[in-house]
Nanobody, 119 residues
Framework: QVQLVESGGGLVQPGGSLRLSCAVSASMHSLNAMGWYRQAPGKEREMVALHISGGNTDYADSVKGRFTISIDNAKNMVYLQMNNLTPGDTAVYLC?????????????WGRGTQVTVVS
C-alpha cells in the first residue's frame, strides 16, 4: 500500500505561481509512473503532467510551457511547479503513482489539494 499526501495548494491571482508537493510513502524506484491530475467541479478528471520511469515526461496541452513536473528520489517527493496560472487552472489537484509489485501494477491516489486562481 502506497500513501500519497499532497500539499502546496491555495488561492492565487492570475499570472501567479504555486508549487505542489506530493510525499510518497514508497521507494520511487518501485514506481513505473508518477503524475498529477486535476478535477474541476462538473468536469472529468484530467491528466496534467506525467513522469514516466526512465525520465520521460508528458503534459496536457493546456499546461505545456507553464507547468513542470519533477521528482526527488532521495526524498520520495513529486513536485508540480505551476507558473502563469489562469482561472482555468482552478481545480483539485491529485497526485497519482503506478507501482509494479510482485508482477502486478497498482494505482494509488492522494486526496488532493485545492488550487484556486481568482482575481
Amino acid at each position: 500500500q502506497v500513501q500519497l499526501v499532497e500539499s502546496g495548494g491555495g488561492l492565487v491571482q492570475p499570472g501567479g505561481s504555486l508549487r505542489l508537493s506530493c510525499a510518497v510513502s514508497a521507494s520511487m524506484h518501485s514506481l513505473n509512473a508518477m503524475g498529477w491530475y486535476r478535477q474541476a467541479p462538473g468536469k472529468e478528471r484530467e491528466m496534467v503532467a506525467l513522469h514516466i520511469s526512465g525520465g520521460n515526461t508528458d503534459y496536457a496541452d493546456s499546461v505545456k510551457g507553464r507547468f513542470t513536473i519533477s521528482i526527488d528520489n532521495a526524498k520520495n517527493m513529486v513536485y508540480l511547479q505551476m507558473n502563469n496560472l489562469t482561472p482555468g487552472d482552478t481545480a483539485v489537484y491529485l497526485c497519482h503513482v503506478n507501482q509494479l509489485y510482485v508482477g502486478r501494477k497498482y494505482d494509488y491516489w492522494g486526496r488532493g489539494t485545492q488550487v484556486t486562481v481568482v482575481s
